[in-house]
Nanobody, 127 residues
Framework: QLQLVESGGGLVQPGGSLRLSCRVSGSTLNYYAIGWFRQAPGKEREGVSCISRNGGSTNYADSVKGRFTISRDIGKNTAYLQMNSLKPEDTAIYYC????????????????????WGQGTQVTVSS
């Protein structure tokens, strides 16, 4: 059974940075596309970013393009979300998720198809 554990959340001032980690266990990371999602209080969950199964393609929501970077370290079985120039509207619980969809081999989207989910990590951007 694949398990995902997020870490790295916290309280940061506007303009600051955080790096979220998503540690995968129970299988090898490079079998999966990884997506990052977030949910703010009273709002629907939204897709933030994803990286394809082969690691060669990434995708970002318009709201985070140029500020967030997704990456992965196969040797550590861990995916990352580097978040820079954080804004108060980035405040949310951030989740990572994994997908085995064959269509995500060389591309990915932050839509459906993510079967495995972590428990989430809170990110709060406030002065």
């Amino acid at each position: 059974q694949l398990q995902l554990v997020e870490s790295g959340g916290g309280l940061v001032q506007p303009g600051g940075s955080l790096r979220l980690s998503c540690r995968v266990s129970g299988s090898t990371l490079n079998y999966y596309a990884i997506g990052w999602f977030r949910q703010a209080p009273g709002k629907e969950r939204e897709g933030v970013s994803c990286i394809s199964r082969n690691g060669g393609s990434t995708n970002y929501a318009d709201s985070v393009k140029g500020r967030f970077t997704i990456s992965r370290d196969i040797g550590k079985n861990t995916a990352y979300l580097q978040m820079n120039s954080l804004k108060p509207e980035d405040t949310a619980i951030y989740y990572c998720a994994a997908s085995l969809l064959s269509t995500f081999q060389a591309m990915c989207t932050m839509s459906s198809g993510y079967r495995y989910w972590g428990q989430g990590t809170q990110v709060t951007v406030s002065s």
